[in-house]
């Protein structure tokens, strides 16, 4: 256990080295630098100039720290330096049109989308984890071949043109769901943990409980859409796996000593099936991150990829300089945690 745990930091550390090379060197690309904290005035740490005034700052103010133009080519290393330690202390600079604290401002909207991506995932595991098994238990049958001919259709669906599509039939022509937004208008929820179905439910307003339900009716659709590609991923891997499982000899042992077939599908072959599952899981939390650029665009949903992308078309280099090492920062993490997961499910090595 030790060394899977040395293991998976060791590859944390690396991780995030060659994440921070690439951030410093796209930092180095942006026509007026990234601005960090010096001082608690944010600064274009190339010139010196305050982003908030526009006025020189005096020496006085500027900290040994601030890349210069000859300190991008004569000393690189330093400045590497001072770019990691302002990093690892939480200074991620200040948006150049807000004049607020990027790190501040990331916290404010990543809860949403991790709020939307769990959503996702527990739509695509509540359906295709089941789906995968019934294909399984029908191999070559033809309920088998008709799963697997949609979750091959459903990976192929651009997710801008299911997010409209479902929005023109289920919102506009039924009028079940909303269309945008985490919560109704009608409902004013102190934003406590960020997540709105948690704030929803410790608010000590008279409508909590509706406030829950509707904030819970807008997460369906964003969700569904979401979670759309994870699901055929993890209803393929499910059936891939499952198919090897139920051919043990310990299945087959299982069943002949009159083992009930949900219990022997559930209880024993599931758990052994379970460990590419996790891989396949820990592979879409890219694809959650990348798709919630555009549902959340779609949906109006006030998250950490819109917040992004409305970066990138007001050219706000800090915030996307930040945004991306943020995100980055949590799909790693996302996936060596998934990953050491799997090893504690895994028999061979739990006990190494």
Same mark, same amino acid.
């Given at each position: 256990?030790?060394?899977? %745990?040395? #293991?998976?930091?060791?590859?944390?550390?690396?991780? *995030?080295?060659?994440?921070?090379?690439?951030?410093?060197?796209? !930092?180095?690309?942006?026509?007026?630098?990234?601005?960090?904290?010096?001082?608690?005035?944010?600064?274009?740490? *190339?010139?010196?100039?305050?982003?908030?005034?526009?006025?020189?700052?005096?020496?006085?103010?500027?900290?040994?720290?601030?890349?210069?133009?000859?300190?991008?080519?004569?000393?690189?290393?330093?400045?590497?330096?001072? +770019?990691?330690?302002?990093?690892?202390?939480?200074?991620?600079?200040?948006?150049?049109?807000?004049?607020?604290?990027?790190?501040?401002?990331?916290?404010?909207?990543? @809860? !949403?989308?991790?709020?939307?991506?769990?959503?996702?995932?527990?739509?695509?595991?509540? $359906?295709?984890?089941?789906?995968?098994?019934?294909?399984?238990?029908?191999?070559?049958?033809?309920?088998?071949?008709?799963?697997?001919?949609?979750?091959?259709?459903?990976?192929? $669906?651009?997710?801008?043109?299911?997010?409209?599509?479902?929005?023109? *039939?289920?919102?506009?022509?039924?009028?079940?769901?909303?269309?945008?937004?985490?919560?109704?208008?009608? +409902?004013?929820?102190? @934003?406590?943990?960020?997540?709105?179905?948690?704030?929803?439910?410790?608010?000590?307003? =008279? +409508? %909590?409980?509706?406030?829950?339900? =509707? !904030?819970?009716?807008?997460?369906?659709?964003?969700?569904?859409?979401?979670?759309?590609?994870?699901?055929?991923? $993890?209803?393929?891997?499910?059936?891939? /796996?499952?198919? &090897?499982?139920?051919?043990?000899?310990?299945? #087959?042992?299982?069943?002949? #000593?009159?083992?009930? %077939?949900?219990?022997?599908?559930?209880? +024993?072959?599931? &758990?052994?099936?379970?460990? @590419?599952?996790?891989?396949?899981?820990?592979?879409?939390?890219?694809?959650? $991150? %990348?798709?919630?650029?555009?549902?959340?665009?779609?949906?109006?949903?006030?998250?950490?990829?819109?917040?992004?992308?409305?970066?990138?078309?007001? #050219?706000?280099?800090?915030?996307?300089?930040?945004?991306?090492?943020?995100? /980055?920062?949590?799909?790693?993490?996302?996936?060596?945690?998934?990953?050491?997961?799997?090893?504690?499910?895994? @028999?061979?090595? &739990?006990? &190494?």
């Amino acid at each position: 256990m030790l060394y899977l %745990a040395l #293991r998976q930091l060791l590859n944390l550390i690396l991780s *995030f080295f060659v994440l921070t090379i690439f951030t410093f060197s796209l !930092a180095h690309l942006f026509p007026q630098g990234v601005s960090f904290i010096v001082d608690y005035i944010p600064v274009d740490i *190339f010139s010196g100039d305050s982003l908030l005034h526009g006025s020189q700052l005096n020496n006085s103010q500027i900290s040994n720290f601030q890349l210069n133009e000859s300190s991008q080519t004569d000393n690189i290393f330093i400045s590497y330096y001072h +770019y990691m330690s302002q990093i690892l202390t939480g200074h991620f600079g200040y948006s150049t049109v807000r004049g607020t604290s990027v790190f501040s401002e990331f916290f404010i909207y990543f @809860p !949403a989308t991790l709020e939307l991506s769990l959503g996702a995932i527990i739509f695509a595991l509540g $359906i295709g984890l089941p789906l995968g098994i019934f294909a399984a238990q029908h191999k070559n049958k033809w309920q088998d071949k008709l799963i697997i001919s949609t979750s091959l259709a459903g990976s192929a $669906i651009p997710i801008f043109w299911w997010a409209m599509l479902l929005v023109l *039939f289920f919102s506009l022509l039924l009028g079940v769901t909303p269309v945008a937004s985490r919560i109704g208008f009608e +409902y004013d929820i102190l @934003p406590v943990t960020g997540f709105m179905l948690i704030d929803t439910l410790i608010s000590k307003q =008279n +409508y %909590a409980v509706d406030a829950f339900f =509707n !904030a819970l009716h807008h997460l369906i659709l964003p969700a569904i859409v979401l979670g759309t590609i994870p699901l055929t991923a $993890i209803t393929r891997t499910t059936r891939s /796996a499952m198919i &090897r499982v139920l051919s043990e000899d310990y299945i #087959r042992s299982a069943k002949t #000593r009159g083992i009930a %077939a949900v219990q022997v599908i559930w209880k +024993y072959a599931l &758990r052994n099936a379970m460990i @590419p599952i996790i891989t396949t899981l820990s592979l879409q939390v890219s694809v959650l $991150i %990348a798709g919630s650029l555009l549902t959340e665009t779609i949906f109006s949903w006030p998250g950490a990829g819109k917040w992004l992308l409305e970066a990138v078309n007001r #050219r706000d280099f800090p915030v996307i300089h930040g945004g991306i090492l943020a995100i /980055a920062s949590f799909v790693i993490l996302s996936h060596l945690f998934l990953d050491f997961l799997s090893m504690l499910v895994d @028999p061979k090595w &739990r006990h &190494r």
